[in-house]
């Protein structure tokens, strides 16, 4: 890096004031604006489970009506394919969240060990020789 | 492969950790980074209020896009895609607006902050890159303010790396020239 180079890094460290309580009210109304987004999900994934249990509860409740009173077969399939795909959602959204939380949990202790390994780099002298 | 300073690698985990929904982690990611999308947004738009509403825009567009981001490693690059697009956005609204209305054009706040005892290069350089256009103040910095390499600049900037080389030689040499200029003058 010539002279020029080095005294652009300094003008440009030296522009503007930056106003240290607004960037905490920012951060504020920022992280506000992250809990509402992360409600929100939680929000519609009970949702969409709540809802899910509902069907699975009257597909059960159908189909248990046709095979002991009303015979009717067609009726039991359809009560039988409703529980199974409304019950198939269900493992899948869970299964979802598992994978991606498995997948997250693995990355953070990569980057944890990662972040172990540059922080005793940087602790450790040069080898003499 | 290029080795990653602890700072890098924490901001990672910040990410990571704000992606699984630790608000804790999100708070600590925006505090930051905050100063960083700011000296950037300054540059861009040379208006302090301006900048902050930039900035504000860039962290909403990110809490939308987050838990789409597949890589942590990408969040720098990313991050400054966006606050590069918000900012391109204001520049060209204000563009429109001074078209629509000269007289708004004098209105525009000087953003320089005139520190005292400051030295003569320094002040002449400052002015050097005020009169430089926005893609060029962009390059500058991109290169010398957030340290990022010239492949990440490309990513950013959406152009290929030879003409970020070529661009910041450009720039540099013009820099050169202005301070050569007012030295002899």
Not at chain 1, 32 to 52: N, P, R, S
Not at chain 2, 19 to 25: C, I, L, M, V
Not at chain 2, 46 to 68: C, H, M, N, P, Y
Not at chain 2, 87 to 113: F, G, H, M
Request: charged fraction near 25%; proline fraction near 2%.
């Amino acid at each position: 890096m010539d002279e020029l180079e080095k005294t652009i890094q300094v003008t440009l460290s030296r522009t503007g004031k930056f106003d240290a309580g607004k960037a905490e009210t920012l951060r504020k109304e920022i992280v506000q604006m992250f809990e509402g987004k992360l409600k929100k999900v939680k929000l519609l994934t009970w949702a969409f489970l709540l809802i899910d249990g509902i069907i699975i509860a009257g597909g059960i409740i159908g189909l248990l009506v046709n095979l002991l009173i009303t015979k009717n077969t067609n009726a039991m399939i359809i009560s039988a394919v409703v529980v199974l795909i409304a019950h198939e959602g269900t493992v899948l959204i869970k299964l979802w969240y598992w994978v991606l939380n498995t997948k997250y949990g693995v990355l953070k202790e990569l980057k944890q060990l990662q972040l172990q390994i540059a922080e005793l780099k940087g602790k450790t002298p040069p080898a003499e020789n | 492969m290029t080795t990653k300073s602890p700072e890098q690698i924490y901001d990672e985990l910040l990410v990571l950790k704000s992606q699984q929904g630790s608000k804790d982690a999100f708070s600590e990611l925006v505090e930051r980074w905050q100063k960083r999308l700011w000296h950037y947004a300054l540059q861009m738009t040379r208006s302090e209020s301006a900048a902050w509403d930039v900035v504000q825009e860039t962290w909403v567009a990110i809490i939308k896009g987050l838990s789409k981001l597949q890589d942590a490693t990408l969040f720098s690059c990313w991050t400054f895609i966006i606050l590069n697009n918000k900012c391109a956005d204001w520049v060209r609204k204000q563009q429109l607006q001074s078209q629509l209305n000269s007289r708004l054009a004098t209105q525009t706040q000087n953003y320089a902050d005139k520190e005292q005892g400051s030295n003569e290069k320094t002040e002449s350089l400052e002015a050097a890159i005020e009169k430089l256009p926005t893609d060029q103040r962009a390059l500058l910095s991109l290169r010398y303010q957030q340290n990022f390499d010239i492949s990440e600049i490309a990513e950013i900037l959406a152009i290929p790396e030879g003409t970020v080389k070529s661009r910041l030689h450009r720039t540099l040499a013009e820099l050169r020239e202005i301070m050569g200029a007012n030295r002899n003058g």
